[in-house]
């Protein structure tokens, strides 16, 4: 079984900074992509940011010059820090990876149990 435990979330004034961890861990071969989503109440889950084995990078355009997605493939980790965070990044955070168990010839796709992140003043 694998599984992903978010940390770091809490409240924080606007322009305030926060990090978020996310790390898998369970009978692991290999772990392809990974990335942070967030779902804010009444609203659709988005994709805040995701990165590859290779280190390539995509973001939403809304925090694209504020946050930074980063991987550490032997701790198996994958980070989101938020910069300049702003009263509309307020949502539930979680962290989102497609994983091959040892074993396996197939990968699944795996979510955390989320993370609050609230920004107000």
């Known amino acids: 079984q694998v599984q992903l435990v978010e940390s770091g979330g809490g409240l924080v004034q606007p322009g305030g900074s926060l990090r978020l961890s996310c790390a898998a861990s369970g009978s692991i071969f290999s772990i392809n992509r990974m990335g942070w989503y967030r779902q804010a109440p009444g609203k659709q889950r988005e994709l805040v940011a995701a990165?590859?084995?290779?280190?390539?990078?995509n973001y939403a355009d809304s925090v694209k010059d504020r946050f930074t997605i980063s991987r550490d493939n032997a701790k198996k980790t994958v980070y989101l820090q938020m910069n300049s965070l702003k009263p509309e990044d307020t949502a539930v955070y979680r962290c989102?990876?497609?994983?091959?168990?040892?074993?396996?010839?197939?990968?699944?796709?795996?979510w955390g149990q989320g993370t609050q992140v609230t920004v107000s003043s």
């Open positions: 990165t590859t084995t290779g280190g390539t990078t």
């Open positions: 989102n990876a497609d994983v091959k168990s040892l074993g396996w010839t197939t990968s699944f796709n795996y």
